[in-house]
């Protein structure tokens, strides 16, 4: 199992600790550092930033919005800063909900998720063969364009650029049982939200068709302390945003992915807390059991043993959100 470094989307402003960070895991031996984004700093501008004062470490975003950008547009932000690290990029996926793609991106979400990201990875994965112009008469995307409000002037195109690998890595952030088992046909990866090596069973169904390499690249907070409470409090600080805020009370993923792995009530609480506005309770709210299963905090021992369990399952890479240099090296000493 390799270890990353999981970075994560930029709060009030940039942390002038990442990059020390991902230089820190690279002199280490992790594998890979990853950016994220929502609605504030995007994905691939600190990545670039950390691959211009890196050498060996592997590039990843977790995820890419897919209604940030056109697929093709996707395409070359990987393929640019695949050419610029020298074949370190590894390109992340994701979806997203309503409440984000409509309310921030401006796009209306699709009314068939899978068909749409199919259609997306199928488009960037043309560019990145670069075998001919790229064209797909898709649902959600078309190329050339050939809606009504079109010209009808569009012509299929091909990279200017060479892209360096046209097997570049794709993963996708995927929760759903059937959005996680296209993962295992379309993409050579997936990256989970939420992960228990405990309960393992509720992914087993939709990765039974994972070929042979596929990569299961789940986040989980990592921290070395002596008081397990204090540890989890940024866990479940997460989760309650997550549970209760990221999403629609109708429609929220993150609160159905946690319903599915036994936490159905707690759930709904925690969602019904955050909507009424009531955010510090609904951070209370998170079970410290649900925390503590999705992370590795504690003291050292405590974590050497926890992570035993990760190394049994399908767990290729494990992207850690570790906040300090103490953590990171400790979990790499465990992981050797």
Not at 130 to 146: I, K, N, T
Not at 188 to 207: F, H, I, K, Q
Request: proline share 7%; net charge negative.
């Amino acid at each position: 199992m390799r270890l990353g470094l999981a970075l994560g989307y930029w709060g009030r402003g940039p942390s002038a600790d990442h990059v020390p960070l991902a230089q820190e895991a690279e002199r280490l031996g992790y594998d890979s550092v990853w950016t994220a984004e929502s609605w504030g700093s995007d994905v691939f501008t600190p990545l670039t930033w950390i691959a211009a004062q890196t050498s060996r470490i592997r590039l990843g975003t977790a995820v890419a919005q897919m209604a940030a950008r056109s697929p093709t547009t996707t395409a070359m932000h990987a393929l640019t800063l695949d050419h610029l690290s020298g074949g370190r990029m590894m390109l992340g996926l994701g979806l997203s909900g309503p409440q984000v793609v409509e309310g921030w991106y401006g796009r209306p979400f699709p009314s068939s998720p899978l068909t749409a990201t199919r259609e997306y990875v199928d488009v960037v994965r043309q560019v990145l063969r670069r075998e001919a112009p790229v064209a797909l008469d898709g649902r959600f995307h078309s190329h050339p364009y050939r809606g009504e409000d079109g010209t009808g002037l569009g012509k299929p195109l091909k990279p200017i650029t060479h892209p360096l690998r046209s097997d570049l890595p794709i993963l996708l952030g995927a929760e759903g049982p059937k959005n996680i088992a296209q993962t295992t046909r379309i993409a050579d990866g997936w990256l989970p939200l939420y992960w228990s090596p405990t309960r393992t069973e509720v992914y087993e169904a939709s990765l039974g068709e994972a070929p042979e390499n596929f990569l299961v690249a789940p986040m989980a907070r990592a921290q070395v302390c002596d008081d397990v409470a204090e540890g989890l409090l940024p866990v479940k600080t997460m989760l309650g945003f997550y549970i209760g805020g990221m999403g629609h009370a109708k429609r929220n993923f993150h609160a159905d992915l946690m319903a599915r792995m036994g936490y159905e009530e707690e759930a709904r609480r925690i969602q019904q807390l955050f909507l009424e506005g009531r955010r510090e309770e609904a951070v209370l709210a998170v079970p410290d059991a649900f925390a503590d299963e999705i992370s590795l905090v504690g003291p050292r021992e405590r974590i050497a043993e926890r992570l035993e369990s990760w190394r049994k399952g399908p767990v290729t890479d494990l992207l850690l959100l570790a906040p300090d240099r103490t953590t990171l090296r400790v979990m790499a000493e465990l992981n050797s």
